[in-house]
C-alpha cells in the first residue's frame, strides 16, 4: 500500500497473514492493533475526519467485518474516507462452506457504497489503488477491498498506479449571485446550513461575514463530522437533537441554502410528528452537495457583501473555581471548558449529558469538535483513537456516556499500547438515560419494573476505574467539582492516557 | 410473543420502547439486557444449543443488529433457532435519511436465510407466529423481523395463531439396511460422521451399538452446536482441526456415513493443501440431512445388528493431584477434569488452548459441550450466559482464551445482574497463539517485529481480576495448579458467577 495510507488499524486472522508479514518487509505503514474490530473501523473513521485521508482497515472474513459495521455506519455517516481490507477463504476453499464461510461482499455493502473482490494476484497493486480512489471520493466513503487469501500468498503483480483523485465541484458564479440576491432580500429570513468540511476555520470566516453582510442567520449540521468551535471563533447555531427545539430554532425561515448539507430531519420520528425540520414555506437550494467544495462558495458569496473580515468577537476564555459541590452535567461542562488546552480534540458521545456539557464549551479555548454523526452507539473510544494517532501533538478529550462507552471498551487497551494522550472522562449516570426521555416520547407510557431494568445500569453498577485500570489505563473516580478538576487537570499533563470516572 | 419463546435478550433503543413498555403490560416474557448487542445474539445462541428451541433478540436498527452480526453467524453454523426482532424507523422516516437509517434487511441477510419486514400494525401477531416458525426449521435459523417503529406504537391485530412445527424427516427402512449392509462388508474400513443433535444420550448409545457390531468407526462433528461428554459415555473420535491430523484420522475409511453431518473440510485452506479431508476414495451416503432425524436413524441402523445396548464403560472419573507447579494446559485440563460437577455445561473458546484441555474432558464427569461452530471469535462468554439462563440448575464452565474474551466482555455485566452460576477461566497465554501456528501454516514466513506486535496481548497486559470485578464480578487470579484448584473450586460452589485469570 502507498498513495499515502501510512496507517492500518487491524484486527487480523489467519487470512490476512501475509499482509501482516509484510508490515516488516515492505515498511511504510504502522500497524495499530485493536482486540475488537469496533475499535479499528471506529479509529479510522476519527483519523479520517482530522487528517481528510484514509487510514486502512484490515479485517477478518465476514463476521470480524461484521464487528466493524456499527463504526463503519457512523464513518459513512461522517463521509469519511477508509480503505477497508477484508481477507475472505481462498477461492478454491469458499465452496465448501467451512465454519467460517459467509457472505462477505454483504457484509460490505451494508456500509459500503464501493466493494471489490480481488480476481487475481497480479490485479492486487492495480486494485488497491482504485480502492484508495474511491475511498477518497468526494466525498468520501468506505471503500471495501476483499481478498481471498490465495491472492496474498500467490505472486503479486506490480505495485498499482499512483492514484488519482477527482477534484470537488465548485459552485457557478450565476448560482453564488443568486443566492446573494436573496439573502440580501430576505435577511434574518434567510439561513444557510453549513456541514461536511465547511466547519472549519476558513467555513466560519465566510459564514461570519455573510451574517454580518446581510442578517442571514446561520446554522450547522449537528452530525457532521468536525466543527472547529471556541477561542472566539463564529460559532453557528447547531440544530438541536428533538424536533420541537430545532422546529423552533429555524421558525420564521422563508429560504435556506444548503452548504455540503442536507435539509435536516428528526434524528428519530415519533407519533403524529412529522421528520421535516423546516417550516413547509421554506425553499430550500443547495449551493453545494457534500463533497463538492462548500468553503469556496461560502467564500465566494461573502465576497459579495460589504462586512469587516475576522471580526473579533472579544473572547476571553472560560473560567470555573471548583469546589466541593457533587457534580452534574453543568458543573462538569464548566470544568472542561475552564481547563481545556488550546487545540485539543473533543469526542463526544455523551448522549443525555451531550447539550449541557456543549453549551460550556463555547466558551472554551479553541478546539475541534468530533460529535456523533451515524447514531450508532460505540464511536466515541475508537473516534478518540484515530484521532490521537492522526494528531499526536494534540491532547484529544473523549467524553463518554457510561453506556455508550461499554460498547467499545476495549478501545482503551489500544490507547495504553500506543501510549495516546486521550483523556477520556465517563458521565457515569448508571442508566440509559436518553431511553428515559425517548419512552414518554415514543408514547410508551410510564415504566414498569422490567422495562425499567432494561435501562437500568446500576445492579451492579460499572466500576470504571477498574474496567480502565484492567485494559492498562490508569484511573481516577471524581465525586465532587475539586476532584475532577485536579484529576482532569491531572490527566491532561499526563503522557498517555487516563481515564476519568464522573460520578452523576 | 407466545408459542414458547419465553426469553428474550435485548439492546433496545427508542425505536423499540414499545416492545420495552410491553414487557410489563403483557408478561411472560423474562427480559435479559446485554450492554452489547453481541451479549444477546451469542446468548440466544447458548440458550438454543440447550433448550433446542428460540429464544428472542430485541435490537434496535442497523447497526444495532451489525454489532450482533458476528455471534448470529456462530448461531447460523450451529443451526440454532433464533427469533431476532430488530426494530426500525417509523415508514414515513425512512426516506429521510436520519442518521441512523440504513437497510436493515440487508444487515439481516448475512446471517438469516428468513427476513421479513413487518408491512402494517395488524399483521405482527401472524407475523411473529411466522417467525418463530421460520427460527424453529428444522434445521433451525437465526429468522428476523424487522418492525418499523410506526406498527409498534399503531393498533395491534389479533395475537398470532398457534405456531406450527414442521416434524423431523425419518430416513427410509431400505436406505438403513442399504448403510447396514456396507458397515457390515467394510467394518474399520467404513465409518460414520455424526454432527447436529444427534451427540445426545440417545444418539451415542446407538453409535456405539453400531460400532461394537461392525467395527465401524465412529466420528464427530467438532463443530456440532452441543456434545454429551464424559462420565464413562461414548466417546466418538472428534474430528482434529489442523487438516494433516484430521486427514490420518480419517485414512483407510472407503466409505463414510453422514449423520446430521457434512462431509468434513479443512478450518482454513493452506497454500498447496486441499480443502476436503475424506481419502479420494472414500464414498460418501447422507443418512440424515441436518434437520432431519438423525437419532432416529442411527436406533434404526443400531437395530440392524447384535450388540448389547448400554455397554458400561468402567468409568471410575478423573483425579489429580494439584501442587504447586506452573499451570500449563495440561494441568488446567487436569484439574478442571478433576473437580467438574456432574452435568455441568462446558463452553469451549479456548483456541490455542482447547486440545490438551479437551483431551483430558474426556474423563471427566457427565457433562454437555458447547464448542466453537461458526469460528467467529467472541462466541464463548455470551453463549455461557444463554445455556445458564436455560439451565438455572446446571453450572455452566466458560473456558476463555484471553484474546477471545476480550471481543465480547460486556457478559460478564449480564452474568453479575442475572446471578448466573458461571465459572470463567481465562488462559492467559498474552498472545494471539493460534496466529503464531497459521502464520507459519501460511507461509507467511517468520514474524518481524511489526507482526509480532499484532499477535502479542502482553503490552500492556490484560489484568481481568479488574475487568471482571468492573463488570461486577468476583474474580481471583492463579498461577500454580493449586492456586487454579482452590479458585476453581470455590468458584463452583459460589452462588453467581466467578471468573479465574489462569496465568499461563
Redesign the interface.
Known sequence: MNNGVEVCF?N????E??F??A???VGGMR?V?G??E?VCSGAADGYARMLRKPAATLLH????L??A??NF??AR?ARSPVVNIVGD??T??KM?????S??VP??A???SDWVRVAESGEEMGTLATKTIEAAMGPPGRVATLIVP??FS?SPAGDLGPAAQFRPRAKAFASDIQEAANFLRQLGPESGLLMGGDTLTDAGLKAAQRITSGTGARIFSDR?ASRSALGGGRFAPERVAYFPEKAGAQLAGLKHILLVEA?AP?????Y?GR???LLPDDCAVTVLARPGDDGCYALDCLADCFQAANGLNLGWRGSSFTAGSEALTTETLGQVIAALLPPDSIVCDEMVSSSEAVVAQLAGAARHDFLP?????I?QGLPVAVGAAVACPNRRVIALEAD?SA??T??AL?TM??ENLNVTVVIFANRRYR??DV??S???????????N???D?G??????????????VEATRATTAREFAASFSDALSANGPRLIEAVL
Chains 1, 2 share one sequence.
Open positions: 487491524m487480523p486472522g489467519t487470512s497473514m501475509q501482516v508479514a508490515l516488516d518487509r500497524p492493533l482486540l475488537f469496533g472474513l465476514g463476521p470480524g461484521g464487528n459495521l456499527a455506519h457512523n455517516k477463504h481462498s478454491a476453499h465448501f462452506d467451512a465454519p467460517l459467509a457472505d454483504a457484509f455493502r451494508t456500509v487469501a490465495d500468498w452530525n442536507k430531519v428528526s434524528f428519530f420520528a407519533p412529522k421528520s421535516t456523533v454523526t451515524g447514531g450508532s460505540g453506556g461499554m460498547y471498551l476495549q487497551w495504553a499500547r436518553i431511553l425517548e419512552m416520547r415514543t408514547g410508551a407510557g410510564d415504566l414498569g419494573p422490567l422495562a431494568n432494561m435501562i445500569l445492579r451492579p453498577g460499572l466500576n470504571w476505574v477498574k474496567l480502565a485500570e484492567g485494559a492498562g
